[in-house]
Every structure is written in C-alpha cells, then in structure tokens.
C-alpha cells in the first residue's frame, strides 16, 4: 500500500515550494538516474491561502485527494482519527506578515502544533517533515523538536541547500579540525540567509566533537563588514576561495565577460549593496561568518580552514527554475524518512539554525550588538554518511 | 654518510638566494574574433585575468604575450585586453605573433581558437572557421624556424576532414605536443563519476541541445570521453548514420537506440522543458518530446568493436549534455550530466573553460598533452560524417578513415578540485 501524505502548506501556485515539493510524489522525480515514481500518494490538502492561479483545486480533481478547511480535518482525511503514514508542512510563499526583525511569521510552528494536537487526541503520531526553518522563532522550534521527542516521532526539516550537488563534489570527513568557517550567500533575509546560514551548518557540524550549541552572534552592516574583514574577524582567503567556486561574479563580468579576482581587485565594495555579516561564535571556540553579499554573486559558497586539510571549498548548487532539481533532493530524503521511519540527519540542525538566523536578526535590530546566546545550547552529531546528492 | 652529487648541489642552492628556476613560458593566442562571451574571451581571459581553481584565483604560470585576431568587430574587446595587460601585443599576422614581431618563432606555445566570427557556410551547413588554414600559418614558423612548440585547439580540428587529419599528422611528423577539443570531457560532471576503466560498454549515448555542426560535437565529445575508457579503448568507427524530423522520431520508436538510455539521460538534465503547463519538473513522453523538440537530430554510429553510440540533438527539450550508457555487469544505466555553468542567464561566467585551460597549462608546463588528440581527430571525423549524413539525405556513411587507435589518459582528466 503506498504511504498516505497529507500536505500542509501556504499556498499552492507555480514555483511555490508546495508545487515543487508535492507534485514530486504526485508525477515523480530524477533520482540516481531514473525517474523515480515514490510509493506514497497524497492523501489529503490544507491551503491556507488561495491567491489567483492557485492549482491545488486542479492537482485534487487529477489526481484524486481531497482539501480540507483544517489541518486537523485534513490529517484525518475527513475521519475521526489519524488517518495519513506522514505529514509535509510547506509553510513558505504566500502572504503573511513580518515582525520588527524582518521575519515573514510563516504559521509552521501554529500548524506543528496542530498536528502535535491530533497526535496526541488520537494516541498515535507520524513522521513529520518542515520545510525550511522550524519557526522565526527559536523557543516556537524547540517547542516542536521538544513534542516531536515526547511523542516519538522523527522530524525531518530544513533547506535544500545541505541535501544539493556540491562543486566540487567534496565532503568534509567526519571529526575533522575546522579552524574557521565562511559562507557566501545573497538574496532576501529571512529567506534566503536561513538558506546560507544551513549549508554553512551542515558543514562545520561535522567537526571534531559535534555540535555543541552557539555561545554568541553578532549581525553587522555596510562598512563594518569591510572593517571586521580589515580587522581580521573575517578571513579574507577564505572568501577568496568561497568566491573562486562562484560562476556568477557581477559587475564587470556582467559587462564584458571577465573573470575577476573580487577580494583583490577593489570590486568587491562597490558591488555589494548593502552587505551584512553574521558572526557566529560557538561553544566550541569555531568561529564562522556568513557574508550575505547582494550585487556580488548570486550563488552559494562555502570554504573553511581544516586542520591538515588547508582550505576546502565548495558551491552549493542551486540547479535553475524551473527543474529546481535540488527540490528533488530534498524530497528524495523526505521520501526515505516516510519509508525508514528515521530521518536520515538529525532536526536539531535546524534547530540551531532557526535560532541563529533570529538572534543575529536580533543583533542587527539591537543596534547590531554582540548577543549572548545560551539558549543555543543544542547539542548533535551530524550523520556519518553523507546526505548530499552525489550519485 | 656519503652525499650524492645530486643532493650536494640541492643542499649548496638551498644557500643561495631565491633564484627564477626557468623562464615563465611566453604563449601566442591566435583567434578568429574576440567579443563578450566569445571563446577567445573565455579562454585568452583566464590566462590574462586568472580563474578560480582549487579554491583560490589561480594566475596561471605563464605569460601570454601575442595576440592575432582575425575579424575586429564593433564589438571587439582584445583591444582593451591589451591596453590592460601591456604584457600582451596585439599583431597583424599570425607569423608575427608567433615570432613577437622577429623573425623566429619566439614563443613556448600556442592557443589557437576558430571558434565565432563571420565566415562562410558550406552546402552542408558547416561554418568554415579557418582553424586549418591559421594552423599551416602555425606550423610555416615552426618549420621556418626549425622550432615547434605544443599546440591547443579549441574544438574540432577542421570542419574538412581532410585538413583535420593533415592537422594531426603533421603534429605526429614534426612531433609537437597537440591537444583540442571541447570543455564538457573536462568539466564538472553530477553525479561527479567516471567510466570504470575498461568498462565493457555495450551501447552508450548522450542528449544534448544546440544545433548541427556547432554543439553536436559537444555531445560527441561528451560521448568519446567516457567509451574511450572502455575495455581494449578506442578501436575507430565504422560507420555514421543521421536522422532528423520524423525519421528522428521513427528511428526513436524503432529502437534505434535504447528508450531505457535515452530516459537515463534525460533524469540527468536540470532543465528538462516541462511537458505540461502549471509542472515545473514532470517526465515527459515521446508525444511531448515530439511537441517540444522542433528539429530533433540523432548521429548513430558503430565503433570497429561493436559498441553504438547515439548522439541526441533535442533542442527545445533541455538545454545541458547528459550521457548513459550500458555496462556489463550493472543492472542499471550509468549516467550523469556533464555540467556547464552556461552564462545564458543561469550564470554569468563560463567557468567550464576555466578547467580547459587548466588541461592547457598544464600541457605547456610539461609538453604533454593531458589526453589524447585521437579523442578529438575522432569527434571530428564523426561531426563531419554526421553532417555528411544529413546532407546525403540521412543515408549510412561508412567511415573506413576513422580507424583510429588509441588508449585513453591514466588518470581522469574532468573538473573535481
């Protein structure tokens, strides 16, 4: 019998992460060389928004599942119990507000909640995947990691970046000595800087005694990046080696095709367009930095110092619209927490990411202040097999 | 404890202050034009401006000094490359730059790029890049100078057979280092795989995009690449057949060439046309291929030892090259796409050349060339048999003259640093 999957997302139209995300069990993805039909089907649907162009009446009609006006309806398919094998909350895209931080109040942790509530009423749970970030809110995270342990069932969640095709293919080993850490990112906060802020993750928890939590961050903006950089808190080689996997330098490669050595040749400054740095500190000692760098690149790249190792580096990949191919990545993990039972790496990366991601847009409101950060004190091994797209 | 000579004299020069060990290699770089996003720029770029390689913005360790162009447009930029890099001058003839303005060959090698540009077509629809006719001019100085210095050509070697072989012997007689081809057998490929070495392949193909004679030899490469490595390596082809329009789809059906391969290599590609509106990434089916794919060209050819390969022109369907093929022992496909951060709006570098050049360099630091120039002088012979083909109506074209023998590079040669 195929796993039944009751959906749970925002809005439903072209592109919109539910689309690309749900149509893969509906019509199949690319997967180690062959189009790969899951055995699961979408049981049920709860759209929380329906702008113009919404497909979720139409994939319903085709494909043979019902809406629901709530998300406890929906998990019970209309019944009085629990009636799906595993639930995708896809709470990004659609029209919801934003705090004094900056964060779009996406309803993922109201909606876990929820689902928690049916749990718990009907005496049975079921495995749970969350897009993205658990919540803009770290204490709403740790609520759903918290539920998710007492009742027993895995949580799968966070980007597609740690899950993408890597150039190059590489993998840092298992307890290694990272030194320090930099990530180049671009795009919007709060969307795309969570996605920065995880790739950047799924890499240095690979260290040598794990995750250990993060002691403190600090956001800051415009010309004191280039100072941190100046000052050494940020280390210029390491984005000379981030950068060299870019494929999308701005500027005069834009112009006339050029390749450019941005940290060296002065461009780097004029380009960006108002450039933020998040310095995360851990317990640990590791110090790593995100440099969101608009007008720059437009693309994902890591690189870090390794004991031994010298400096390793790589692109995150993000495959182009429409295909998203790294959705399908993504989505193939999805599919093996559904079948397995067990999430193949561990939530409480995005734990420690969501929380970051909000402290740092917390430091930036607070006049871009050094913050304290115990409650980030989220301990976890990363898995021991690689979980990126490699074969 | 006794010391050799040898260490003696590395031990009393490790005194002495630093010294240049040799003269950086001068280089000439002879083009037919030079424009944004032209493969001049994309190449004579990298040795001028640099690249990121390995994890850092490589300069590489040489220095190119000459620059021909043949056709200076509106548009040209090798004049402001050369007013930025003094180091580089621009001459009027190939013999010039090739001699820096003397009278003998004054350079370490040679970057020759006939690729863009206006020249004429031929019945067959070939462009006729003059890479034979600047070649001869190449290899006048060497003779005249009783010099030759290693060879690089970007692509096929001629769009003529005939030239494309002289070409290679005249490498082989005057035995100068000579490598060319494409970027896509060295550039990033996902999954990042390689061809077990002596693979015994039964049938192998690759789904491309682009047009007849221009990036049909991309997907030819894409192809040679990974069945050079097969069991006994390369033994030739004995003949090329075409298809395009309907008896494309014909031939499809007739199972010309394995669906099963065809499909693997489609769920390699990242930018699959979606066959219905309102999906952003659905498999499609002949009918939508069919719908999709306006000029569909297929170049199906037997090598000497029995494997066939096909290559699959499907302009409108993707827009990136993926291969598959069928191996002894492996239930399923082997694939993967050969990837091209293709600056068509997806990027904005072209950084597939930058693992090309690389090849280059490192052919003229060492006078050898990386991999074999047999693979190319192949892809020639099967991109002209290709058009011949098509220009014969799509009839079989037996190719006796593509008996080429070689074994393939030791170590593989594709981007995974």
Sequence with gaps: ?391 | MQVSRREFIAGAASLLPAQPVAARSKLAAICTIYFRMSHSQHIVDRFLDGYGWNGTHHHPPMDLVALYVDQIGKDDLSRERAARHPEMKMYPSIAEALTLGGSKLAVDGVVLVGEHGHYERNEKGQTKYPRYEFFEQIVKVFRDSGRSVPVFNDKHLSWNWDWAKEMYDTSRSMGFAFMAGSSLPVTWRTPSVEMPAGAKIREALSVCYGGVDSYDFHGLETIQCMVERRHGGESGVKWVQAYRGEDFWKACQDGVWSRDLMDAALCRSHTLKPARPSFNDIFPTVYNMRRLVKDPVAYHYQHADGVACTMLLMDGLVRDFNFAARIDGRAEPFSTQMYLPMPDGRTTLANFFSPLVNNMEQMFLTGKPTYPVERTLLTTGLTAAGVESLYRNQTRVATPHLGIHYQPATESTYWRT
């Design chain 1, 1 to 391: 019998m195929p796993k039944r999957i009751a959906v749970i997302t925002t809005v439903y139209r072209y592109l919109s992460h539910a689309q690309h995300e749900a149509d893969r069990i509906l019509v199949g993805y690319p997967y180690q060389g062959r189009w790969h039909r899951p055995d699961m089907k979408i049981a049920s649907l709860y759209v929380d928004q329906k702008p113009e162009k919404d497909l979720s009446v139409l994939r319903a009609v085709e494909f043979g599942f019902q809406l629901y006006p709530t998300i406890a309806e929906t998990l019970r398919c209309g019944g009085d119990k629990l009636a799906v094998d595993g639930v995708m909350i896809i709470g990004e895209h659609g029209d919801y507000p934003r705090n004094e931080k900056g964060q779009i109040l996406y309803p993922r942790y109201e909606w876990f909640k929820q689902c928690v509530d049916v749990f718990e009423k009907d005496g049975r749970a079921v495995p749970v995947f969350n897009d993205k970030n658990l919540s803009y809110s770290f204490e709403k995270a740790k609520w759903m990691v918290d539920a998710s342990r007492r009742l027993d069932f895995p949580v799968l969640a966070g980007s597609s970046l740690p899950v993408t095709w890597r150039l190059p293919d590489i993998e840092l080993a298992l307890d290694c000595e990272i030194e320090e850490a930099l990530m180049v990112g671009e795009g919007e906060s709060d969307a795309m800087d969570y996605h920065a802020l995880e790739a950047l993750q799924c890499m240095v928890e690979r260290r040598k005694g794990g995750e250990t939590g993060v002691k403190s961050v600090q956001l800051v903006e415009d010309e004191a990046v280039w100072k941190a950089g100046d000052a050494g808190r940020w280390s210029k080689e390491l984005l000379t080696a981030a950068l060299s996997r870019s494929d999308t330098p701005q500027g005069l490669t834009v112009k006339d095709g050029r390749t450019q050595d941005l940290v060296h040749n002065g461009e780097l400054a004029r380009l960006a367009k108002n450039p933020w740095a998040y310095f995360i500190e851990y317990t640990d000692g590791l110090k790593a930095t995100l440099l969101m760098l608009n007008g720059v690149v437009t693309d994902f790249n890591f690189a870090a110092r390794v004991k031994g190792m010298g400096v390793q580096s790589t692109q995150f990949l993000l495959t182009p619209e429409p295909n998203v191919t790294y959705s399908a990545c993504l989505i193939g993990k999805v599919e093996e927490m559904f079948t397995t039972g067990k999430a193949p790496y561990p939530v409480e990366r995005t734990l420690i990411v969501s929380g970051i991601l909000e402290s740092c847009l917390t430091s930036r409101i607070q006049g871009h202040k050094p913050l304290e950060t115990p409650h980030l004190d989220v301990h976890y091994r990363a898995p021991r097999e690689s979980q990126h797209c490699r074969t």
